[in-house]
């Protein structure tokens, strides 16, 4: 998948927004061209999913013209990644069966009733009048402990979702980027626990993206409860086999790009320098991967057969940049071999 961040602006100000070197830092938006050049770029492989982000991608002036583009382009599959409050000037467009809309809920205390409200309104007109059911999944950023949830239980429930996407949010303060994950995820262990409970009961599958805790965590009584609705966990990725963090091309408004945003203040790179996607893949690869693998996240992951044949990966790189910053400093001044 590569994203394209279309602008840095966003209407909200999520305090766990896992872009927070950039949303509404600057207010720098993708031109139409170098919209086009991102395209042209992809194109080696149409069946690449790419993914429009922001900041708030609904700000981008000219989105429109935009997700004409897409249409007419002979990519298969585009994600828009929004918070839906602006969802309704984009109808007409988004109707088209190739586009996919994740909507990333908030709490109606931390958006606003009224901001919340025009979610819910284009939710229920997207679901319930356009039939685009197929093309929408909600998503929900566990953000601390003991947050409220019911709100996205009772969205879900009220447009007969059956499954939902789920994050655990990354530490995003640069003092936080050296927790110990597995001291982090704990702290979120309850509430996550308490999460997947409610959802298998509604017969909704919970699917996490990156930042999946290793499955080492999960207890006799996870494994029963998944047992327990197994039809349900079919649909879910949470006992899929152990999660690993592989590079997603973020492609910034200026073309330059970074591995993920979570370690985006590590490297940035021109588009323009490499060939195609793979290439790039494989130069943050080779830049960050390996050099993150090198680094113990925690003194759990020691002797790990998992972790030492790179089927997991124990969490966001994020929790380790800090050390990650050392390494790099270090093997400059030793061997001079990297960049």
Known sequence: MANLMLTKQCNLHCSYCFANEFVNQQSDVMSYENFLKCLRFLLSNPSTRIGLIGGEPTLHPELKQMLATLIDSPFKS??????????DRYFAELRNSKFQILINLNSPESVGQNLYDRTMDNLDQMINHLYMREQIELSLNIHSPGMDFEYMLDALKRFRQNRV????????????????????????EETVRTLIKALLEMDIAPCFDCNLPPLCLATKDDYALFCQHEKTMQRSNLNKGNPTCKPVIDILPDLRVVRCFGVSGYNKVNLLDFRNEEELKQYFSAEIDALAYHILPSENCRGCYEYAVGKCSCGCYAYRLNRMYQLKDYAEQEFGVLR
């Not at 585009?78 to 969802?87: A, D, K, M, R, S």
């Not at 530490?171 to 001291?183: G, Q, T, V, Y």
């Open 78 to 87: 585009v994600c828009l990644f929004t918070n839906g409050i602006l969802l």
């Open 165 to 188: 996407r789920l994050s655990i949010a990354v530490p995003n303060i640069d003092e936080d980027r050296n927790l110990e994950p597995f001291a982090y995820f704990r702290s979120m």
